[in-house]
């Protein structure tokens, strides 16, 4: 296999392999490259007065890393802005939170056109080229512009809406456009996948060939659905080791023997969690026979602190967390421990371990790599039980044997927590396997082999033509 550059906003190789609150993404991306050497470049999360396009390397736990600093202003009109005001409510379907603003429009072409001129020189003519995520959307296009001809592939992390949502967002049709100088594109579910070929044919007048590619004057790109997976071996070997057993243990004692449910989402207005929060004090509303049966652990490291959106659910949180201890606690109880820190990847398997329920909600997710990590840690013999969102990426892979909820429905969720409190532990085993046979057989390896794969044939097929 060719040697991988791999381009993304944040860097996040981890300094070591079970650093911090590691996103699954991250992991993913490491292994992937950790297997056919190469590049990681970005953003190095730092500011400088004045962009130099001085490029930083960094060998992290075997992955060389390659990242450059960008201005003050790049990141209010790229990262926080267009990123992250603009965009990532729109992709998630709210467009009440998304701001249209020609400045962060701006900030967001001229970093990518930064990134492309800095990265430019890094690339060898054999090199496969792998652009990550919606920060970066134009990217592949900035480098076509730079006399780049590599196999460039793209792949969306985060849904993509539907047309009509889209076509809020005044430059809509040149963003997408972009997406045709790609090689290929990827999106986790057929869902998504779907959108964008709605939006590409409808809006943009491109034309659906065979084979899931599609054509927009003389560029075709191959379009496709490869849901991401979690490095499931290394998972389930982190799940066994003394960190995780630890963990497991003393949560299994500060539960007193009470049934532990549990969330784990970065502090996002897209996972659900006020949402959660009600559906939780629904259920104890309802079921004062359960009350002290119960409790949930809500862990919500904060997360883009900067922006007023996320400072809004932070306190909204924070609220309802406060009251519904104060509304339903006794002296020796309390139904919410809510946590706003991360934990390392072996301590959460314990934790996940030791839970009855997770409980993973999202209002809208590409994927959700909480869901798959639930799963592949628990005890084949004594499973937990997967309550999950209709709207995450992950339930048309796991939605053979977890519970099933609308998570903007209180009652839904009420009702899912009873069910899988109650439920037997044959029906726990017969629900978990199927999902844990998914969660090992479509994991990153898959994954990163079924896109570098579609990537490699585009190049066989026009080689076949020429
Ligand atoms: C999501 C996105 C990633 C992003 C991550 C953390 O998973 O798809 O691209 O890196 O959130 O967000 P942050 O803004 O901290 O990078």
């Not at 990141?75 to 701001?99: C, K, S």
């Not at 539907?162 to 997408?176: F, S």
């Not at 922006?307 to 924070?318: A, G």
Request: with cysteine; proline share 5%; net charge negative.
């Amino acid at each position: 296999m060719n040697r991988l550059i791999i381009i993304s906003n944040r860097v996040s190789a981890p300094k070591d392999s079970n650093s911090g609150a590691q996103g699954g993404l991250a992991v993913a991306l490491s292994a992937a490259l950790r297997e056919n050497g190469g590049i990681w470049f970005g953003w190095s999360g730092d500011t400088v007065e004045q962009f130099t396009g001085q490029i930083n390397f960094e060998r992290r736990s075997g992955v060389t890393v390659a990242t450059v600093d960008l201005e003050e202003h790049d990141i209010e009109e790229y990262y926080e802005g267009y990123a992250n005001r603009t965009l990532w409510p729109l992709f998630h379907y709210r467009i009440d939170l998304a701001e249209y603003e020609r400045e962060f429009a701006g900030g967001y072409q001229r970093v990518n056109h930064r990134f492309a001129d800095t990265v430019r020189p890094l690339i060898d003519p054999e090199d496969v080229i792998w652009i990550q995520d919606y920060h970066m959307f134009p990217l592949g296009q900035d480098l076509r512009d730079r006399g780049c001809n590599n196999r460039i592939g793209f792949f969306l992390h985060i849904p993509w809406p539907p047309r009509r949502l889209l076509n809020t967002l005044p430059e809509a049709a040149d963003l997408a456009k972009t997406l045709f100088a790609y090689d290929v594109i990827g999106f986790h579910t057929q869902e998504w996948l779907e959108s964008f070929r709605d939006f590409a044919t409808q809006d943009l007048g491109a034309e659906l060939l065979d084979g899931g590619r599609l054509k927009l004057g003389d560029r075709v790109v191959h379009a496709l659905a490869a849901p991401i997976g979690i490095d499931c071996k290394e998972f389930v070997e982190g799940a066994n080791s003394p960190t995780a057993r630890l963990a497991y243990r003393q949560m299994r004692d500060s539960s007193n023997g009470r049934d532990l449910i549990v969330g784990v989402d970065r502090l996002d207005y897209s996972k659900g969690l006020e949402e959660r929060f009600r559906g939780y004090e629904r259920f104890l509303e309802t079921h004062p026979e359960e009350r002290k049966e119960v409790f949930l652990l809500q862990i919500a490291p904060p997360s883009r602190a900067t922006v007023e959106s996320y400072q809004k659910i932070r306190s909204t949180l924070e609220g309802l967390a406060g009251h519904i201890n104060g509304a339903y606690s006794d002296v020796d109880w309390t139904p919410i421990r809510y946590v706003n820190q991360g934990y390392p990847r072996d301590q959460l398997a314990g934790i996940y371990r030791a839970a009855r329920i997770g409980l993973v909600t999202p209002l809208r997710d590409g994927m959700n790599l909480v869901a798959k990590e639930y799963v592949a840690a628990q005890d084949p013999e004594d499973p937990g039980v997967l309550i999950l969102s209709r709207f995450a990426g992950a339930a048309e892979q796991l939605g053979n044997g977890a519970v099933l909820v609308n998570p903007y429905s209180a009652e839904e969720m009420s009702d899912a927590i009873v069910q899988a409190l109650r439920m037997s532990r044959d029906e726990r085993i017969a629900r978990w396997r199927p999902m844990m046979d998914n969660v090992e057989q479509e994991d990153v390896i898959w994954w990163r082999k079924r896109f570098t794969d579609a990537l490699l044939d585009t190049a066989k097929a026009e080689t076949a033509a020429a």
